[in-house]
């Protein structure tokens, strides 16, 4: 499967139409969030899905158990090849939520987020670096039933290490030399593969290129030369 997954997050139709068009046969499938999810809910996600990509619905749900899986069971006719809820909802609503999931859904748990740095998780209560909380909620998704986790490069290897069958996926990835924009703990495509990585979602760095088309197949081509050369 193509790993890299384009991060569609825009409130704007016709641009996300333009995105999926784009995106068809060129990467593995698409990634919509909240902002698009507010703007167009499931008759957007439709209309994206026409382009045949699989949709990764990235709505990051988190609330009581009863309520994530009704959200889950609402969103379960949209046919999701990714979900994602948060690992710190905890174990019970992490088991409702894979429990109403249809059995083609991934279910996957955020655990940090990459725009988070230590500093960030202090003014919140969490004690220890990103890689201990990830490392903690990792290990609660896990035992809990579900998929897998999202979170960032700087992390993958060491979660790989205890959960080598999980579904790792990796945002805040941004090919050599591109503006990190408000990410904190980033990687190239190429290392979040190399770490375990077995999806990496890109936006800004394709969505935000006079041609997408070609950054989506500049970025693919980068990804199969290093294959080749660890090979």
Known sequence: ??????????????RAVALAEAARGR????????EFFSAH?????????????PVFLDLKLHDIPNTVAKAVEALAPLK??????HAA????MLRAAKEAAPAETKVVAV???TSLDQSDLEEVGVQGSPADQVARLASLARDSGIDGIVCSGAEVTQTKSFWPDGFFVVPGVRPAGADVGD??????????????ASVVVIGRAITDAADPAAAMMDIA???EQTAAHTR
């Open 111 to 113: 655990t940090v987020l």
């Open 1 to 14: 499967m193509n790993p890299i997954f384009v991060a569609i997050d825009t409130p704007n139709l016709g």
């Open 183 to 196: 990410q904190k703990r980033v990687v190239t495509p190429a290392e979040a593969l190399q770490r375990g």
């Open 27 to 34: 990467v593995g499938g698409v990634k919509l969030g909240l």
């Open 41 to 53: 809910g499931p008759e957007g996600v439709r209309r994206i899905a026409e382009f045949g990509l």
């Open 80 to 85: 999701p090849a990714i979900l994602t809820v």
């Open 89 to 92: 909802g905890g174990r019970a």
């Open 221 to 223: 081509a980068s990804l």
